[in-house]
């Protein structure tokens, strides 16, 4: 069976960079720039508070899970008063030892494992785009062991150690994107996944791209009219069913074209298109380039 969500995450292509431990004792407060890329935390003990920008404060506890997709702008700190450090993530050292906030002596308030890593697809932020900005979990077990295994990993130079990383990050994301519930996910892929009627269209489309698809044919395999289905889809995911259709196949395109994975015919074929020449005029005006100048630059 087509997995829609696991075809989204080989797309954005991550890979494990960093991975620390964190502690804070007494007062403390760390303000982080805004960073871009996917940051993930877990707190082994303790409690501390996390605020990010544009959300409200969380206070998070011993078994919490955190991961933000594109890492905007946060603060986290203890419960005492305490004026932010001021952090550039994009100058901050890959240390591997725990970095301590606040009082440096003594045992801490809070014990956490933390890191980022990146997704190496050019269309990161428009996939990225469909995920919940901010994933907060308590009492993530699962998630947990994860974390941990990415920081014994991530701490050691043994063979095999960049694939094994790659792989612990992608059963990360997935176990962190299929705890959210429904309704805390944004109009997009996450909460179409929710809906077992509109999956089941979804499935369709990832199964079998290069179908002729219409909005009728969509609407019979998830077993609605025409209509319930196209504003149902259109609510819960986002875009109307042909544009995500159409999103759905190019992504595939110019995944295709960067690995360089056959002829421009051959892929046309892949995505739904009847001839070379069809695919290079809807690639062009859903992308801005012609297909083989998008290969050469990607």
């Known amino acids: 069976m087509p997995d829609p969500l696991s075809d989204l995450i080989a797309l954005l292509r991550p890979r494990a960079v960093f991975a620390k431990g964190i502690s804070g004792a007494e007062a403390w407060a760390v303000r982080y720039a805004k960073f871009g890329h996917p940051g993930f935390c877990t707190v082994i003990e303790g409690r501390c508070r996390l605020t990010v920008d544009g959300a409200d404060a969380v206070t998070l506890a011993a078994g919490d ?20 450090v001021l952090i550039d993530p ?16 003594g045992d801490p308030d809070v014990r956490m494992l933390g890191g980022y890593f990146i997704f190496d697809s050019p269309d990161a ?40 990383l790659a792989r612990l990050v992608e059963i990360l994301i997935v176990e962190a994107l299929r705890s959210v519930e429904g309704d805390d996910a944004p109009p997009g892929l996450l909460r179409g996944l929710r809906d077992p009627r509109l999956a089941a269209a979804i499935r369709r489309i990832h199964d079998n791209p290069a179908h002729p698809w219409t909005v009728a044919g969509l609407a019979k395999e998830a077993a609605l009219s025409r209509s319930a289905f196209f504003d149902r889809f259109a609510r819960t995911v986002g875009v109307p069913p042909m544009e995500y259709l159409q999103g759905w196949r190019m992504n595939l395109a110019k995944d295709l074209l960067r690995r360089k994975v056959g002829g421009l015919a051959d892929i046309a074929e892949r995505v739904g298109y009847g001839s070379a020449s069809a695919f290079s005029t809807a690639f062009a005006r859903h992308v801005g380039l012609p297909p083989k100048r998008y290969a050469m630059t990607a």
């Open 65 to 84: 899970f955190v991961l933000l997709p594109a890492t905007p702008g946060f603060m986290m700190s203890g419960f005492e008063p305490a004026e932010p």
């Open 90 to 105: 994009h100058a901050a050292p890959d240390l591997t030892e725990e970095i301590r906030h606040g009082r440096q002596d």
């Open 125 to 164: 932020a428009l996939l990225v785009s469909q995920l919940p900005a901010l994933i907060h979990l308590r009492g993530a077990e699962r998630l947990s062991t994860l974390v941990r295994l990415v920081r014994e990993e991530a701490g050691g130079d043994r063979p095999g150690c960049d694939l094994i």
